[in-house]
């Protein structure tokens, strides 16, 4: 969320942001699992998480703790940011209850067609149209905007919190994949856009052919919402994929 314009910082993350703690306690998760001296750090981190981050009164997360390096100041705006702790990374950062109500939360206020809108609807803040000159589209980028990528955090969260039944990823398919994969003849064909508008019909906008929404779609049908048996194999090989570059570059 780097958009600016001139002096002007339109979304500034100054402090804690939610998504840069949810990738430092995954990966410090990671590294403890490998070696016992990041155990006790991890589990001091991911405790006061929880802890800092959860906010009861609305039922989500904040998105920033400690603005502007000031003790206890927070910034509870909504924004899709928050998936990546309850359960868009391998590690769900907050109780399976609070989880699933949180994903509550964002289906109901964020999810789009395409993607997850980059601020609620109902925040003053909120742009629902990608529009106008160079200043006029900074200001919306990422205040409202929708941004397809994150769909797939969104709902490998929105799967874990419900259990991988078969069933449920049924389910899935039908409530976000397919109407994700119906706009693959709205703009650039057979690809999908970089961002849409946040307002209905949620035009789409940006870069028609943008490589990391394609990614996360094909991740999506491909490995998240895929069958066990078709998972694990995609699992397998690109695990073995991981293997052979890591060779070729002497790791």
């Not at 109780?95 to 395409?114: K, M, S, W, Y």
């Not at 409530?175 to 709205?186: A, I, K, Q, V, Y």
């Amino acid at each position: 969320m780097e958009a600016k314009v001139g002096d002007h910082v339109i979304t500034p993350r100054v402090g804690k942001p939610v998504e840069v703690q949810a990738l430092w306690l995954n990966s410090l998760w990671l590294a403890s699992r490998r070696s016992p001296r990041w155990r006790e750090l991890f589990c001091r981190g991911r405790a006061a998480f929880e802890a800092r981050f959860w906010n009861e009164a609305v039922g989500f997360l904040h998105d920033v703790v400690d603005v502007d390096h000031q003790s206890g100041k927070v910034d509870s705006s909504l924004r899709p940011n928050q998936v990546l702790a309850l359960g868009g990374l391998p590690l769900v950062l907050v109780d399976e209850t609070r989880a699933r109500r949180a994903l509550g939360v964002i289906e109901a206020r964020l999810l789009t067609p395409t993607g997850l809108r980059s601020l609620s609807s109902d925040d003053p803040g909120y742009t629902g149209h990608y529009a106008g000159g160079v200043a006029a589209r900074d200001g919306s980028y990422h205040q409202g905007t929708v941004w397809p990528w994150l769909l797939t955090a969104f709902v490998e969260a929105w799967v874990r919190s419900r259990g991988r039944t078969p069933t449920t990823i049924a389910d899935a398919r039908a409530r976000f994949l397919t109407p994700l994969l119906e706009h693959l003849g709205e703009a650039g064909l057979g690809h999908v856009s970089e961002i849409a508008d946040g307002d209905a019909p949620h035009r789409p906008n940006g870069c028609p052919f943008q490589a990391w929404s394609v990614g996360e779609a094909l991740r999506l049908e491909r490995i998240v919402l895929a069958l066990p048996a078709r998972s694990n194999r995609a699992r397998r090989l690109a695990s073995k994929s991981a293997e052979g570059a890591a060779h070729g570059m002497g790791v």
